[in-house]
């Protein structure tokens, strides 16, 4: 079974339009962070979230962490060709000393 | 945060050869280093936590034996893929700990794509 549920597995949008994607899980998690994986690289931190009903901006792109640390959010504003990627959640559990990561979320924006 | 580098980026390997990946700490002394393994329509899996100067950890279910971890310096840690099949094609990707857990913040390299003919 998998921890942390990523929806939806495939987005493909048009430039400017905005959308969320969620990361869910039944297990509280004592951190949450979201990453951006461009095809053939690694991934790249954006943020990490720790507070329940947290909300952080990075320019267009706002997440919020639920108010019981179940589940996140990631919400993109006016979408960009450059903000194509995969973008993944991964939570740590605070006593397992392991980050379980999500499959991901593949978003496509087209010009 | 640390700049990671893995090498090679790709290869591509028959059946029954032994692979060895690098991954570089270019600019962080890294204790701690994680090798992960990212298959299509998966999520990252942790195959083992390398710690400098002693044996790696694995996790449940990655064979020791098959995927050879050696960190013997604060900047290099090297995985070999050994007897490679074509089940073991996958992006390996590897990551600089700042912490001692995979918990603490990380930073991924690039990734190599192996693949097994």
């Known amino acids: 079974t998998q921890l942390l549920e990523q929806s939806p597995q495939f987005l493909s949008i048009q430039e400017g339009e905005n959308l969320t994607v969620y990361c869910n899980s039944s297990?509280?998690?004592?951190?949450l962070q979201w990453y951006r994986q461009e095809p053939g690289e690694g991934p790249v931190l954006l943020v990490t979230v720790v507070t329940g009903g947290e909300v952080k901006k990075l320019k267009r792109l706002t997440f919020q962490f639920g108010d019981a640390r179940k589940d996140s959010s990631l919400h993109i504003t006016a979408a960009q060709p450059g903000d194509t990627g995969l973008y993944l959640c991964a939570g740590d559990q605070g006593g397992s000393e392991k980050l379980v990561f999500g499959k991901g979320t593949k978003l496509t924006v087209n010009p | 945060g640390a700049v990671v580098s893995q090498h090679p980026s790709r290869v591509i390997c028959k059946s029954g050869t032994s692979v060895k990946i690098e991954c570089r700490s270019l600019d962080f002394q890294a204790t701690t280093m994680f090798w992960y393994r990212q298959f299509p329509k998966k999520s990252l899996m942790l195959m083992a936590t390398?710690?400098?100067?002693?044996?790696?950890?694995?996790e449940q279910g990655v064979e020791k034996d098959k995927f050879l971890i050696n960190h013997a310096s604060l900047t290099l840690s090297t995985l070999t893929v050994t007897s490679a099949h074509p089940e073991d094609s996958s992006f390996y990707i590897c990551s600089v700990g700042s912490g001692r857990t995979s918990t603490d913040t990380q930073y991924f390299g690039p990734g190599t794509r192996l693949t097994v003919l």
């Open positions: 390398s710690n400098e100067g002693s044996k790696a950890t694995y």
């Open positions: 297990s509280v998690f004592s951190s």
